[in-house]
């Protein structure tokens, strides 16, 4: 599987432990940079515009973004076309995200995930296949609403 992954400022230090992680794990990581430490401030919607750019081109199968909260680095995302992107803060939220929504882009929140809990988060995210079913009723009702039609 081929993850791009990207950090603003506050996500530097975790992006790079899970870079490390990934690769030992067998990912195919395309580290897509973003800041390049903690002091060298950038803004957030350029970058969720590159990482989700790589999913939707199909260069990279999912997506990673971390940001100090995810909150805007999650809207950004949610803003591009055929991304479905999920702030997941624990194991049980990262497989409501791929299980129900199939989200394609997991957005981590670095100043309340330490190194170990993201790790985790990132492993159920990566691994929990989705269900289909109903829940792929509600994915094309979604892709409906971003195509801006109505629900009836």
């Known amino acids: 599987m ?6 603003d400022h506050n996500g530097t230090a975790l992006r790079d432990d899970l870079v ?20 060298t401030v950038v803004d957030y ?8 750019g790589e999913v939707v081109a199909g260069r990279a199968d999912r997506g990673i973004v971390l ?4 909150l805007g680095e999650t809207v950004a995302c949610n803003k591009i076309r055929g991304i479905r992107a999920g702030l997941c803060h624990d194991e049980w939220s990262a497989g409501i995200s791929r299980g129900n929504n199939d989200a394609n882009v997991l957005v981590l929140a670095a100043k309340t995930l330490p190194a170990l809990e993201a790790r985790k988060v990132a492993d ?3 691994t929990t296949p989705f269900k289909g079913g109903v ?18």
Do not use: F, K, M, N
């Not at 829940?135 to 009836?152: D, W």
């Open 67 to 70: 940001g100090g909260s995810g």
């Open 45 to 52: 919607p350029a970058l969720c515009a590159d990482v989700c």
């Open 124 to 126: 159920r995210w990566l």
């Open 20 to 39: 490390r992680w990934l690769t030992a794990e067998g990912y195919a990581v395309d580290d897509r940079g973003g800041a390049p430490d903690p002091a």
């Open 135 to 152: 829940h792929a009723r509600r994915v094309a009702q979604i892709a409906a609403l971003e195509r801006g039609e109505t629900l009836s």
């Open 2 to 7: 081929r993850v791009a992954i990207t950090a």
